[in-house]
Structures are given as C-alpha cells and as structure tokens.
C-alpha cells in the first residue's frame, strides 16, 4: 500500500497550490479519502474528507470556501486544491484513506505546505 504526496511548497499569502495523493495496493474506490495537516506544536488535524463514491465532502471551518477536495477513479489520485492561502495554512499535510467495510487506515508520508512572504 502507498499513499505519495506531492505538490507542496513556498508560497505567497493569497496564493493557490493543489496537492496530489497517488494510491496504490489498495481499492481506491473502497475508501473515503481525506487530508490532514499538522503544524509544529500542534496536533494533526482533519482538513478534508471525500466519500468512497466522490459524492460527498466534509470540510474543516477554517478552510471551508477556500480548498477544494476531489477525487479521480481513473488516476486512483485525491487532490487538494488550495486557494486564498494564509500563513496559517502552514503545514504538513497528510494523505489518509479509510476502508468503508472494514476501516483500514493509511497515511501518507506528508508534503510540507509553507505560506509566508
């Protein structure tokens, strides 16, 4: 099983990056797919979460109207795209998947999202 993550980086306040999570060994379309991010200091939190069927999605409040989670069964790939970004959003930001039968859960190995002028 692998969940690789890829599209972070340095970016301006006010700027937009989309992350990527390629899975692999596991039935993509079997799992609810979402992202975390955890600051230095700070415990992981729930940022976004899409449904094994891509018809539902969840959001955290601080970043509902400004990040976008999707997902494609053809590339078994979830994204997070990321707009209006605020030093805030400064991260590490983890790939999850969670099995809707049996609730197996993976994790990525992160990509680091840095918002600062």
């Known amino acids: 099983v692998q969940l690789v993550e890829s599209g972070g980086g340095l970016v301006q306040p006010g700027g937009s990056l989309r992350l990527s999570c390629a899975a692999s060994?596991?039935?993509?379309?079997?799992?609810?797919m979402s992202w975390y991010r955890q600051a230095p200091g700070k415990e992981r939190e729930l940022v976004a979460t899409?449904?094994?069927?891509?018809?539902?999605?969840n959001y955290a409040e601080a970043v509902k109207g400004r990040f976008t989670i999707s997902r494609s069964s053809a590339e078994n790939t979830v994204y997070l795209q990321m707009n209006t970004l605020k030093p805030e959003d400064t991260a590490m930001y983890y790939c999850?998947?969670?099995?809707?039968?049996?609730?197996?859960?993976?994790w990525g190995q992160g990509t680091q999202v840095t918002v600062s002028s």
């Open positions: 899409v449904n094994s069927a891509g018809g539902a999605t």
């Open positions: 060994g596991f039935v993509f379309s079997s799992y609810d």
């Open positions: 999850h998947a969670m099995g809707v039968r049996y609730r197996a859960v993976y």
